[in-house]
């Protein structure tokens, strides 16, 4: 006797879901990039083989690869990354690579009155840079089809006066020239010393501000650099000299 077998088909419609809408003030997460060198052995070798300070692979992504993805909330994990994507997050990674090799040096600062001659009480005393020093640097690397290029920008000029006052300047200050008169000059940055010193330690400091650009239109901020340099300086009070007619 012969049995046929049941058949049965089951079928179900799938309705749409509207995505939940974003709850208002939740704070913003911001997360970085960093090649997995393992990606072929990820399984194998596991998190502990890590080797972020390795160089750049200048060999092509092609469908892809592995990224180890860090966020400002803590969280860590390994995700792989399309191709369309590999080269902006590789640019990044190039950009800070290339903002760290930039030479940014300690200002080298001039004042008036000159560097080891004294400074007098309530006068103004002139803090400024050397020519050249307030100039843009940039520096670009590249790997493989990828490029970055950073750059640092000085932004403002910061001077601790040694008597508990900070000062900012926006700029570079003004040279002081000693060819022309005094009373037809001025200084953009400056402060008048109100006790004397032997040897009051001034520090100045140069804050850079970092931007970059790379393959595919990428690009953005970079953290902020300073470099300080102290020095003493000299105060005394004016003597009066007074002569009897």
């Not at 997360?31 to 072929?40: I, N």
Request: glycine share 10%; with cysteine; charged share 20%.
């Amino acid at each position: 006797m012969a049995t046929q077998p049941f058949n049965y088909t089951i079928w179900a419609q799938d309705k749409p879901r509207k995505a939940p809408a974003a709850r208002a003030g939740k704070p913003k997460v911001a997360c970085s990039y960093q090649r997995w060198w393992y990606a072929h052995g990820l399984q194998k070798v596991g998190r502990e083989y890590a080797d972020p300070d390795r160089p750049l692979s200048t060999e092509p992504v092609k469908k892809g690869a592995w990224y180890e993805v860090k966020c400002s909330n803590g969280s860590r994990k390994i995700v792989w990354i399309a191709n369309k994507r590999a080269p902006a997050v590789i640019a990044e990674q190039l950009a800070h690579r290339a903002y760290k090799r930039i030479p940014i040096a300690p200002p080298q600062v001039l004042t008036a009155p000159p560097r080891g001659r004294d400074g007098l009480v309530g006068l103004p005393h002139w803090f400024y840079l050397a020519k050249g020093q307030w100039t843009a640097k940039t520096k670009r690397l590249r790997t493989g089809g990828v490029w970055a290029e950073a750059t640092a920008r000085p932004q403002r000029m910061t001077i601790d006066t040694g008597e508990g006052h900070t000062i900012t300047c926006n700029g570079p200050g003004t040279a002081y020239d000693p060819s022309r008169p005094a009373a037809r000059q001025s200084s953009t940055c400056s402060y008048r010393f109100q006790r004397p010193a032997n040897a009051r330690r001034v520090t100045v400091s140069v804050t850079w501000g970092g931007t970059w650009r790379g393959s595919g239109g990428a690009g953005g901020a970079l953290p902020a650099i300073t470099r300080s340099v102290t020095f003493p300086v000299r105060i005394v009070e004016a003597q009066a000299l007074v002569t009897k007619g």
